[in-house]
């Protein structure tokens, strides 16, 4: 076995264009600069025009390329608008992130359909809209990373989210059929189930993470890098838990 195989050029992601949906604010703008960082190009977006400005900068302060392009995953126009421009202004993308979610708290005999759909629309149909139309494109190249974000309520059950935790659990699912229909087709497609971060509920749900303490943006940004680059060439279908050994301790009340 190479020794060269072992070396930083597997995490360099000079001369790759990345679009990261949902890379304004929280874990999803921490992904857009850790890409960037490791050399790629970095399309962050989201509805709030005055985030994207402030993110694109942010970018560009690292030497990267960026677009200044609203988008809404709830409009497959929007999405479809997306995909354009950037395939207009850097000619492909190799790197896809679905950051963009939703979530509130209802217990399940009181939720709303109208409340549940809007949760499904948003982190789980958006999704698929944002794979089908960028992955269409990674397939006609022959090369494509989509990394897509669920949660640690994909494998186990939090009170009071059940639209959530079943839309992350879809994301879950829809991850792994993806991953196997393009597995021929030079697509890698994975998620990334983070863990507890300082949020008001992180602090209940704390205690239950075996290393005591709460995630970092960062240490998710890691886990996408090393998804998005040529490490993680033989990794397809996987849902990485960045969680500080939350779903190894089996616990769940």
């Not at 990345?18 to 890379?23: D, K, L, Q, Y």
Request: proline share 2%; glycine share 12%; charged share 20%.
């Amino acid at each position: 076995m190479s020794g060269s195989l072992f070396n930083q050029s597997l995490f360099d992601l000079r001369g790759r264009v990345a679009v990261v949906v949902g890379g304004t604010t929280g874990l999803g703008r921490a992904i857009a600069l850790g890409l960037a960082a490791h050399g790629a190009d970095v399309v962050a977006t989201a509805r709030r025009a005055e985030q994207v400005e402030t993110m694109a900068g942010e970018i560009e302060a690292l030497g990267r390329r960026t677009l200044r392009v609203t988008s809404d995953v709830g409009d497959r126009g929007s999405v479809r608008g997306l995909h354009d421009a950037v395939i207009a202004t850097f000619g492909k993308v190799d790197i896809l992130v679905n950051a963009a979610g939703i979530t509130f708290k209802k217990p399940v005999l009181e939720l709303e359909e109208a409340d549940w759909q809007r949760v499904m629309e948003t982190n789980l149909t958006g999704t698929l809209r944002a794979c089908q139309i960028f992955g269409a494109t990674m397939v006609a190249a022959g090369y494509g990373r989509i990394v897509n974000i669920a949660s640690l309520s994909t494998f186990v059950s939090f009170h009071e989210v059940a639209a959530y935790s079943a839309s992350k659990a879809a994301v879950g699912s829809l991850t792994r059929s993806l991953a196997v229909e393009l597995a021929t087709k030079g697509v890698n497609v994975n998620a990334i189930a983070p863990g507890i971060f300082p949020t008001p509920r992180g602090e209940e749900l704390l205690m239950r993470t075996p290393m005591g303490r709460f995630g970092r943006e960062e240490e998710v940004a890691g886990a996408a890098v090393f998804l998005a680059s040529e490490a993680a060439s033989f990794v397809t279908g996987q849902i990485v838990a960045v969680d500080g050994g939350f779903l190894a301790s089996g616990v769940n009340r």
